[in-house]
């Protein structure tokens, strides 16, 4: 079965240091999609992309980054953890119909110390 | 700006109906969805609108009024295992797939 995975699936970091989210996903999407969620926000937009090598900022992007090298993977980088960025992290694909409809991975949590 | 509005919590009773509503004032607007989501899950994808009126999904049902900026998710026959998350998210207008905005989502409790 088509199924979109991240790992890892729970982290603690110091503040400073570089963090990757990794995100895979089988359903041959173009779309993809990182939120960050947090008690009092809800679901925020960090980072999406369309399709191989295109990328696209979202509400929440600074102190994030994302690349595209192929359909299948979107790994979300945090440059240099803050604390501010503790949080759950969900990854998303879509395509076509109905439009919207997100499929969204089991979630990252991080802790930045 | 993108605005979105829905209570913070709601409790209900097992078997009775529920209505959890959504406002929302986005620039332009391409669909609204609801998602639900159980503690600790991802968010499962429930139901979308794009045209006014009810769409009814089972025990579940969406309404959209475009024209008020308005939604609500309805819930019979209500079930322990609805106690969960609900949230309200909208598509701004824009070309090919823009990404949804989320509201801050409804926690429901489904009390015996």
């Known amino acids: 079965d088509a199924e979109i995975t991240q790992s890892p699936r729970h982290k603690i970091t110091e503040t400073g240091r570089q963090v990757t989210l990794a995100c895979h996903q089988t359903?041959?999407?173009?779309?993809m999609f990182w939120y960050r969620q947090d008690l009092g926000h809800g679901l925020r937009l960090i980072h999406y992309?369309?399709?191989?090598?295109?990328?696209n900022k979202g509400e929440v992007s600074d102190g994030y980054s994302v690349s595209r090298s192929n359909t299948e993977d979107l790994p979300l980088t945090l440059e240099s953890a803050a604390s501010s960025q503790t949080s759950v992290y969900f990854c998303?694909?879509?395509?076509?119909?109905?439009?919207?409809?997100?499929?969204f991975g089991e979630g990252s949590r991080l802790t930045v110390l | 700006g993108q605005n979105i509005d829905q209570p913070t919590e709601m409790t209900a009773t097992e078997g009775a109906i529920v209505q959890i509503n959504c406002t929302y004032q986005?620039?332009?607007?391409?669909?609204l969805f609801w998602y639900q989501q159980h503690a600790g899950e991802a968010p499962t994808f429930l139901s979308y609108?794009?045209?006014?009126g009810l769409e009814e999904k089972g025990r579940f049902s969406s309404f959209l009024s475009r024209s008020k900026g308005y939604s609500y998710l309805l819930l019979k026959e209500l079930q322990m295992k609805d106690s969960a998350s609900y949230l309200c998210?909208?598509?701004?207008?824009?070309?090919?797939?823009?990404?949804?905005?989320f509201g801050k989502g409804t926690r429901l409790s489904v009390i015996a």
């Open positions: 998303a694909s879509s395509e076509g119909s109905p439009p919207g409809e997100l499929f």
């Open positions: 359903w041959n999407h173009n779309n």
């Open positions: 992309s369309y399709g191989v090598h295109d990328t």
């Open positions: 986005t620039s332009g607007f391409n669909g």
């Open positions: 609108n794009v045209l006014d």
């Open positions: 998210a909208v598509r701004p207008q824009g070309a090919g797939n823009t990404p949804l905005v």
